[in-house]
């Protein structure tokens, strides 16, 4: 097993790189773990914009309308300085910003419309609409109500308006399936897995293979009484250990992190379908190994295949936001198929087919199996006997 | 003396294939793969008008009521709705198949039925429409009720489109949170200009190249002889940086703002950041070069995910809750200052971050300077 | 006095690579810096030119004291390392030009130093090359090209030969002397010593970072007890009778059979008649007979107690 042992050996030269991509990836896993999820059920729940509000009024009337919009969005506490809203707006901390200036509850009573609220919103983004037709419609029914019934206090006018906001129309969802609670953290930590475990493997089957391949180790290990059938497999051994570590080391991390709500079949598929995007990187380290010359170019393939299909197949950004084509191009990748297969599970319901999970796991297998190809191919090509 | 250095020194950068793919094209293939992944993102949050069936009944027929609340809502320039009038199996086949956001029905006693098939924010609108029907017909109910004689000023009143709110604008563009993907790969191109920063350092310290053993042995000032070969390197990066944006602005389309000369100013600190830390590397590690390259790979990985690389908002929870780690991390800087350049109307932050990138040049500078002044080596 | 040493100490934790080296290279000559691996040379070098910090001692060059910046006496001094350093990313007349216009400014002058110093190592054919094509010994050649173009007065070459063929190296050595006889002091540092031998007029044989004798060539053969070497290839084995009477001959300083081959080491010449002699006495056979004056390694042998050189693999 001398191969076998070499190969951590060198492995263990380059753990500072590998644990870097490690704690990236655990790093980023943690912080969405911990992060609240949205989460969908068989009941109608309203989409809840997130809204900031300041309020400088100190009418009664404000109060109210604050306490009727913020039941309608979600309040997000920000402090109030042009820098930290704006950041806060660009970053979708908040969608919409109210602000209630001083002597709005007075002048909408006195209908001299002279103070107005202030809004600040992302443009004509969908948010904008919602929010500003919540707030409309209060302010609507209160001019109706200040209007038409003379000397009807502030409170009497909320009590009224409170009472005809109990009624709503009649929403009934199709089909209404009985959704599983849809676990934000746990599908982006398998998705995000998706992008460590290319970077983590490829880099390590890559340098490993890398020291083996040089022009005068191989002649030297192919000159010795070493079977060469000995020792590939010690190689492929090596690569198999090692990225099954990986892969039990992620699952066993994902595991304690979802300690509560699990649902075993659901973990069961997505740790399945993390093993076969495992094998798919173990190929594509294979392939790659043997068609690149120097440990600089290694680190180049890593980056530009790990962080480009990544962003192609919709690992960091959400699949549904990409564009036809991006998404075309992106299925003739293997991580286009596990992101599909991490989306369908994470939305698998309890008496819904898994076929097509088990069919993009198929179709990586197909990858892993395609790259192997690929490699032995190249690895022949440029093999001793053939040197001219 | 300077110009034969720095030409030299030119010419070699020039021809290693291996630092210029890194430093120049890798980020701009990645830019390219950015642009394919988001050429669909801005467009996501826009409002468009929502396509609702709407059952046409017999109550719808003749509730005019429903029709002029539907028509006033689905006309103008901030028309909410895009109706289409069916019968009640059209509209469940419509939904059904996902070409309308949701159907709407208003039955014989006034109360409205909605249709949906999934919850987003256009079923969140088209309900919150269908709500404010049925709770202004019992406003109206309410009113009638307490004061008769006030029930037909109502519609006037309804008709009141009195403008509660103004907007205030915010930020000198539109908030396109995907820049800042954009602008966290320029800060990792930068980053990238370490290859150049190590290059130089290990071509002028005879304790780390042979070369440099032998450049050593000339009458040049070794100070002279690193000026010139930092020079090159900052102009290699400078123009590979600047290749970037160019490439991103003209071939992908990501907006940078309209103060050209900052953007270029900002693409020369970034550059400069990057090979100089680049030389901090090369000049405290006595390492093999691989060993170096790895730790700059590793260190730019880290830096660029801080200053959200993967994860935009990555950024701004960093900025918000650990305020001084985005300071000290010269990726979110540059990230952070093309972003301020983006989208502050002021320049205040912008310069925030220039001064404090600034500051990070000088000091490995003068590391690097401390370093290098010593002349003699206890072993080469 | 082209360079001078005194008391030069070098530690390098708790190894004394230089303990009180004391050199002198006169103006003019080709010294040898002769050694085995590991004997300080480099270091030694290293320490001249200032590249290295050193314990203690103090260094002359030209007469005046060197130090980092001690630029007018650089421009005068050439070096050829041990190992190749030129830039992988510059050609064959890029890599000389840019070396030598670390010394000379004028244009003009370089174009013709250049010409010259490609005609010198006779690179002239390659000047295009990028060395990752230059074969080894080329390489060797343009190595030595960056260092010479500016016509240095003082020359150090540190084991320009290692993994050269012998052409080459020929070729190299030649070279040298032809520098020597354009007017350059050259310090050659080697642990071949047939080279040393070669080309050096004056030597300096160091161990464990001392000088254990450095003169001429002759001087230094002189220092030692052995006058002649004579090795005799006997037919079948050499017994000690005959052994013993070869020792009884005057001048004889030590006999012994190895695998039938009879090695003696005598302390003047003319020693071959009476030692043949004593062998026909003795009816031994033999073949073939040589007999050779002592080389450094004799002198170095025996004045370490140690081969200059490993045994060669």
Redesign the interface.
């Known amino acids: 097993m001398q191969v076998f042992k070499l190969y951590f050996r060198i492995l263990s030269k380059h753990t500072a790189v590998i644990s870097v991509y490690l704690s990236i990836f655990f790093g980023l896993s943690l912080m969405f773990t911990l992060l609240p999820s949205a989460s969908s059920a068989s009941v109608f729940i309203p989409e809840k914009t997130r809204i900031a509000v300041f309020n400088e009024d100190e009418g009664a009337f404000a109060k109210a309308l604050i306490a009727h919009i913020s039941e309608r969005t979600a309040p997000v506490q920000i402090s109030d300085t042009k820098e930290s809203i704006e950041d806060a707006l660009f970053f979708r901390d908040v969608e919409y910003i109210l602000r209630i200036p001083r002597g709005f509850s007075e002048s909408f009573l006195k209908k001299d419309n002279k103070v107005q609220l202030e809004k600040s919103a992302v443009p004509l983004s969908a948010s904008e609409v919602h929010v500003d037709f919540l707030l409309n419609r209060y302010l609507r029914f209160a001019s109706i109500y200040h209007g038409l019934l003379a000397d009807i206090s502030s409170e009497q006018a909320a009590a009224y308006i409170e009472e005809d906001f109990k009624v709503e129309a009649k929403t009934t969802i199709l089909d209404s399936m009985l959704l599983v609670e849809k676990s934000g953290s746990r599908s982006f930590f398998f998705l995000y897995y998706s992008y460590s475990v290319m970077a983590i493997i490829l880099l390590s089957v890559t340098t490993g293979m890398l020291a083996l391949e040089n022009r005068n180790i191989k002649m030297r290990n192919l000159a010795s009484p070493l079977r060469t059938v000995s020792l590939n497999l010690q190689v492929v051994l090596g690569n198999l250990v090692f990225a099954v570590a990986v892969w039990a080391l992620s699952c066993g991390l994902g595991l304690i992190l979802e300690k509560g709500g699990m649902n075993g079949r659901i973990n069961m598929l997505l740790m399945a379908n993390a093993l076969c995007y495992t094998f798919v990187c173990l190929g594509l380290g294979f392939f790659v190994g043997h068609a690149i010359k120097s440990q600089n170019a290694i680190h180049g393939a890593v980056n530009v295949v790990s962080l480009g299909m990544s962003f192609i197949s919709g690992v960091f950004v959400p699949k549904e936001l990409l564009g036809e084509t991006i998404k075309r191009i992106a299925s003739f990748t293997p991580t286009y198929w596990y992101v599909e297969a991490v989306n369908s599970i994470s939305t698998l319901t309890n008496n819904s087919s898994t076929l097509d999970i088990l069919n993009s796991m198929l179709i990586q297998l197909g990858f892993a199996a395609a790259f192997l190809a690929l490699g032995l191919a190249v690895a022949r090509h440029k093999s001793l006997a053939n040197e001219a | 003396m300077f110009w034969h250095l720095f030409s030299y020194r030119l010419r070699c950068i020039l021809r290693d294939k291996q630092t210029l793919f890194w430093s120049a094209a890798f980020p701009i293939v990645l830019a390219a793969l950015f642009g394919l992944a988001f050429s669909n993102l801005d467009s996501n949050e826009l409002f468009t008008q929502i396509p609702v069936a709407v059952v046409d009944n017999d109550a719808y027929r003749q509730s005019n009521a429903f029709k002029s609340a539907l028509y006033s809502a689905a006309s103008g320039k901030d028309a909410l709705f895009n109706p289409i009038l069916c019968t009640k199996d059209e509209a469940v086949a419509l939904v059904e198949e996902g070409s309308v956001a949701g159907s709407i029905s208003i039955g014989a006693d006034g109360e409205v039925n909605i249709l949906v098939k999934e919850t987003g924010i256009s079923q969140t609108i088209l309900k919150a429409f269908g709500d404010s029907f049925v709770q202004l017909s019992r406003a109206f109910k309410t009113i009638a009720e307490t004061e008769a004689q006030a029930a037909h000023k109502f519609a006037s009143l309804l008709a009141n489109e009195a403008a509660y709110i103004k907007e205030t604008k915010l930020g000198a563009e539109y908030p396109n949170k995907s820049v800042i993907y954009f602008f966290a790969l320029i800060s990792m191109a930068c980053l990238y200009g370490s290859f150049h920063g190590v290059n130089a350092v290990s071509s002028v310290q005879a304790n780390q190249s042979h070369v440099a053993a032998r450049c050593n042995m000339a009458p040049v000032h070794k100070l002279l002889l690193f000026g010139a070969q930092l020079s090159a390197a900052l102009l290699v990066q400078f123009i590979s940086c600047l290749l970037l944006i160019v490439f991103m602005k003209f071939v992908i389309g990501v907006q940078f703002g309209p103060r050209l000369f900052l953007i270029i100013f900002t693409c020369a600190i970034g550059a400069s950041m990057g090979v100089m830390l680049g030389a901090l590397v090369g000049a405290l590690l006595k390492q093999r070069l691989n060993l170096k390259i790895g730790i700059i790979i590793s260190l730019s990985m880290v830096l660029t995910s801080l200053a959200g690389l993967q994860y935009p908002n990555l950024k701004y929870i960093i900025h918000k809750s650990l305020p001084l780690l985005s300071y000290v991390n010269p990726a979110a800087l540059v990230t952070d200052a093309f972003y301020a350049l983006y989208y502050y109307e002021g320049l205040e932050r912008y310069f925030i971050n220039i001064g404090l990138l600034l500051g990070f040049c000088a000091v490995f500078l003068f590391v690097v300077y401390g370093v290098m002044r010593r002349q003699k080596y206890a072993s080469l | 006095m082209v360079v001078k040493t005194e008391n030069l100490v070098k530690r390098?934790g708790n190894v004394l690579a230089l303990d009180h080296l004391n050199l002198e290279v006169n103006e003019g000559e080709v010294f040898g810096f002769l050694g085995p691996n590991g004997s300080g040379k480099t270091t030694a070098i290293?320490c001249i030119?200032?590249?290295?910090?050193f314990d203690k001692g103090k260094i002359e060059v030209f007469g005046k004291p060197m130090s980092?910046?001690a630029?007018?006496i650089?421009?005068d001094?050439g070096?050829i390392?041990q190992?190749?350093?030129?830039?992988?990313?510059?050609t064959v007349e890029?890599n000389i030009d840019?070396?030598s216009?670390?010394?000379i400014?004028e244009k003009e002058r370089r174009a013709e130093l250049l010409e010259e110093a490609l005609e010198f190592v006779g690179l002239s054919g390659f000047r295009k090359y990028y060395p990752k094509k230059l074969s080894g010994g080329l390489l060797r050649r343009l190595n030595i090209a960056?260092?010479i173009a500016h016509k240095p007065k003082l020359i150090i070459f540190d084991e320009p030969t290692v993994g050269v063929d012998p052409q080459s190296r020929n070729n190299i050595l030649e070279g040298i002397l032809k520098l020597n006889r354009q007017g350059a002091t050259v310090i050659y540092t080697s642990h071949y010593m047939e080279e040393v031998e070669q080309i050096c007029s004056r030597i300096a044989i160091l161990d464990k970072g001392r000088i254990v004798a450095s003169g001429t060539k002759e001087s230094l053969k002189a220092m030692i007890k052995t006058g002649e070497k004579i090795t005799v290839e006997c037919y079948g084995t050499c017994c000690d009778d005959a052994l013993s009477s070869v020792k009884g001959l005057s001048g004889i300083i030590s006999a012994y059979c190895e695998d039938e081959i009879l090695h003696i080491k005598a302390g003047r010449s003319n020693c071959l008649a009476g030692v043949l002699e004593r062998l026909n006495k003795s009816s031994i056979a033999y073949g073939r007979i040589y007999c050779e004056l002592p080389t450094l390694n004799d002198v170095f042998l025996e004045i370490t107690g140690k081969h200059l050189r490993d045994k060669e693999a």
């Open positions: 390098y290293n030119l200032s590249l290295l910090k980092p910046d630029y007018s650089k421009r001094i070096i390392m190992d190749v350093a030129v830039f992988d990313e510059l890029q840019y070396f216009g670390l010394y400014r960056c260092g």
